[in-house]
């Protein structure tokens, strides 16, 4: 079935940092990816999505780059700041069962960065 | 109240127990959801409701009964549980079923400690 494999956590930088979070999945259609943020003591918020091949998401700095190829979407950003202290989770969504309802997560990866 | 709200945020229960939990979403949204979130796996979905009927129970044990008696409220019935299904409950809504087109909008979660 479809999967999602995030780096193994937690990353720990300093500030103005440039930030990477791997993920990598499967999947046996054409998926859409996404990067979801919980900040300590939230729910789950969407930070950005991509929806086909070579689409570039973006939002508050983050960038993550849809590659088909390496059915890779990693996470970057150029220069974290304390405040992007938080669980990251990357998540699919299968279009061929488009509408069901179902994102498949991965695990998280922990990001503190420190002063 | 705005958003998605969950109470109560921390529960601790006997295995003989029988509690609930309760989400609410204030977006107007058709699509409500339970998901589990334990330390170090990747979050899983349990339940999915649209317009209050169920589409989706994802092999959950019986022991996790849900009820959405309309599109704004969602509850989880929980009775008998065991120590291993002690982690962060979440709950999300979104306006139809997700995927590409409805993003899901989280609610901060109840922590259960079964004991």
Sequence with gaps: ?115 | ETGVTQTPRHLVMGMTNKKSLKCEQHLGHNAMYWYKQSAKKPLELMFVYNFKEQTENNSVPSRFSPECPNSSHLFLHLHTLQPEDSALYLCASSRGLAGVHYEQYFGPGTRLTVT
């Design chain 1, 1 to 115: 079935g479809d999967s999602v494999t995030q780096m193994e956590g937690p990353v720990t930088l300093s500030e103005e940092a440039f930030l990477t979070i791997n993920c990598t999945y499967t999947a046996t259609g054409y998926p859409s990816l996404f990067w979801y943020v919980q900040y300590p003591g939230e729910g789950l918020q969407l930070l950005l999505k991509a929806t086909k091949a070579d689409d570039k998401g973006s939002n508050k700095g983050f960038e993550a780059t849809y590659r088909k190829e390496t059915t890779s979407f990693h996470l970057e950003k150029g220069s974290v700041q304390v405040s992007d202290s938080a669980v990251y989770f990357c998540a699919l969504s299968d279009n061929d069962s488009s509408n069901t309802g179902k994102l498949i997560f991965g695990q998280g990866t922990t990001l503190q960065v420190k002063p």
